[in-house]
């Protein structure tokens, strides 16, 4: 029998969550701030958890920690624990940002064509909205735009007073110059034109709230990249690579890049890393394996994750049907989601680092 005389007090409560730690900010959950509207009556305990992303792959762990440290504390008979996120921002409070109500700019990158860019960020901008995120997802290659055949887009966007609203489709708001150019025709837009279609696609574009705004880059280390480092402050960028020789020769061309634009590198993303059979399971490293691994520890970014060379992957961005979005229990799926947790969690570091909480204890 619980003694009910004895009551439980806030600090009680506060100090028993300070136990717990955030495994990528390295604080404990009070002291960042996580822990809010703590409520107690009598022995019925509730406060809410307020983490930096709804990615976060440590949740469920970290609500059922808090709810034993605090069950177990003399006078408590119940414990309600609710948990949220707020995703943080590039420049520390969203007042500062430069395109109001976009918390985080992306950027996916790679050095060369091929590597599978534009299906990777199109299924991880699913996966982070799938887990509950706010997402955008921006077509930043102006001429050879592949997202609306990827996403499976047909519709055009509407214009309304000069401002462009974005096609939402899975869940995630696009736009890409695909809507504006049906058909064949090619685009043939040149320098200056293009730094004002990525102008265009930053500030007429109505977005409105984003945690992440994602932008597939053309392949290579051209305008696009300088166009919107120039004009926006950037979270900053992931590199996509197969584990080729050849293909990180070129991813570490872009990381070179990104260094240089002062653009942090969140991460690398092996694409095409292994081949399993769908017949026998018998996993096949077609363009070996790990290169991508063994090239961010070279450069010191962190490594993201192995996305395997899959048929369903292929069809999914032909028919404009992502894995994702069609088979979302599937073990790839879970895989980009996995990916999409990596980044969630580097995103945070990242912003921890601009506006670290302030040390109360
Ligand atoms: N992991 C994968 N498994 C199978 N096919 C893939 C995978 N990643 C990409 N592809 C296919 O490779 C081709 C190139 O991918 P794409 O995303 O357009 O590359 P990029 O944007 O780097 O040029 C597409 O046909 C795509 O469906
Ligand atoms: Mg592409």
């Given at each position: 029998m619980e003694d009910q005389s004895v009551t439980v007090t806030e600090s009680q409560v506060l100090n028993a969550l300070r136990?717990?730690?955030d495994p990528d900010l390295h604080r404990d959950i009070v002291t960042l701030g996580f822990v809010q509207d703590v409520k107690i009556c009598a022995g019925q305990v509730a406060f809410k958890i307020v983490l930096t992303?709804?990615?976060?792959?440590v949740r469920d762990k970290m609500r059922d920690e808090a709810r034993n440290v605090v069950q177990a504390?003399?006078?408590?008979t119940s414990v309600d624990v609710q948990m949220d996120a707020k995703v943080g921002t590039t420049m520390g409070i969203p007042e500062k940002l430069a395109i109001p109500g976009i918390r985080n700019i992306l950027v996916v990158g790679s050095g060369k064509g091929g590597v599978g860019k534009s299906t990777v960020t199109a299924n991880l901008a699913i996966s982070l909205a799938r887990l509950g995120a706010k997402v955008g997802l921006m077509d930043?290659?102006?001429?050879?735009?592949n997202i609306p055949l990827m996403m499976g887009i047909t519709e055009q966007p509407m214009i309304h007073h000069e401002r462009v609203l974005p096609v939402v489709k899975h869940d995630i708001k696009v736009i890409s110059m695909g809507f504006f150019n049906r058909?064949?025709?090619?685009?043939?837009?040149?320098g200056p034109m293009l730094h004002s279609a990525i102008q265009q696609f930053l500030k007429q574009v109505e977005w409105g709230e984003l945690d992440y705004l994602l932008v597939d880059l053309p392949p290579g280390t051209g305008d696009v990249q300088l166009t919107l480092v120039q004009s926006v402050p950037l979270t900053g960028a992931v590199v996509v690579s197969t584990p080729q020789d050849v293909a990180l020769q070129d991813a570490r061309k872009a990381i070179m890049m990104f260094k240089q634009m002062k653009v942090e590198v969140l991460g690398i993303v092996e694409n095409m890393s292994y081949f399993s059979c769908p017949h026998c399971h018998q996993r096949t490293d077609i363009f070996s394996h790990g290169g991508a691994r063994k090239a961010s520890e070279k450069f010191s970014v962190p490594f993201l994750g192995e996305i395997p060379l899959d048929l369903a992957i292929r069809e999914g961005g032909d028919t404009g049907q992502p894995i994702t979005v069609l088979q979302p229990d599937s073990d790839l799926a879970k895989i980009f989601s996995g990916v999409a947790e990596q980044l969630a969690a580097q995103i945070s570091i990242s912003n921890f680092k601009q506006a670290p909480v302030p040390m109360t204890v």
């Amino acid at each position: 029998m619980e003694d009910q005389s004895v009551t439980v007090t806030e600090s009680q409560v506060l100090n028993a969550l300070r136990t717990i730690k955030d495994p990528d900010l390295h604080r404990d959950i009070v002291t960042l701030g996580f822990v809010q509207d703590v409520k107690i009556c009598a022995g019925q305990v509730a406060f809410k958890i307020v983490l930096t992303t709804p990615a976060c792959p440590v949740r469920d762990k970290m609500r059922d920690e808090a709810r034993n440290v605090v069950q177990a504390l003399p006078g408590v008979t119940s414990v309600d624990v609710q948990m949220d996120a707020k995703v943080g921002t590039t420049m520390g409070i969203p007042e500062k940002l430069a395109i109001p109500g976009i918390r985080n700019i992306l950027v996916v990158g790679s050095g060369k064509g091929g590597v599978g860019k534009s299906t990777v960020t199109a299924n991880l901008a699913i996966s982070l909205a799938r887990l509950g995120a706010k997402v955008g997802l921006m077509d930043g290659d102006i001429y050879g735009p592949n997202i609306p055949l990827m996403m499976g887009i047909t519709e055009q966007p509407m214009i309304h007073h000069e401002r462009v609203l974005p096609v939402v489709k899975h869940d995630i708001k696009v736009i890409s110059m695909g809507f504006f150019n049906r058909g064949d025709t090619p685009v043939i837009w040149r320098g200056p034109m293009l730094h004002s279609a990525i102008q265009q696609f930053l500030k007429q574009v109505e977005w409105g709230e984003l945690d992440y705004l994602l932008v597939d880059l053309p392949p290579g280390t051209g305008d696009v990249q300088l166009t919107l480092v120039q004009s926006v402050p950037l979270t900053g960028a992931v590199v996509v690579s197969t584990p080729q020789d050849v293909a990180l020769q070129d991813a570490r061309k872009a990381i070179m890049m990104f260094k240089q634009m002062k653009v942090e590198v969140l991460g690398i993303v092996e694409n095409m890393s292994y081949f399993s059979c769908p017949h026998c399971h018998q996993r096949t490293d077609i363009f070996s394996h790990g290169g991508a691994r063994k090239a961010s520890e070279k450069f010191s970014v962190p490594f993201l994750g192995e996305i395997p060379l899959d048929l369903a992957i292929r069809e999914g961005g032909d028919t404009g049907q992502p894995i994702t979005v069609l088979q979302p229990d599937s073990d790839l799926a879970k895989i980009f989601s996995g990916v999409a947790e990596q980044l969630a969690a580097q995103i945070s570091i990242s912003n921890f680092k601009q506006a670290p909480v302030p040390m109360t204890v």
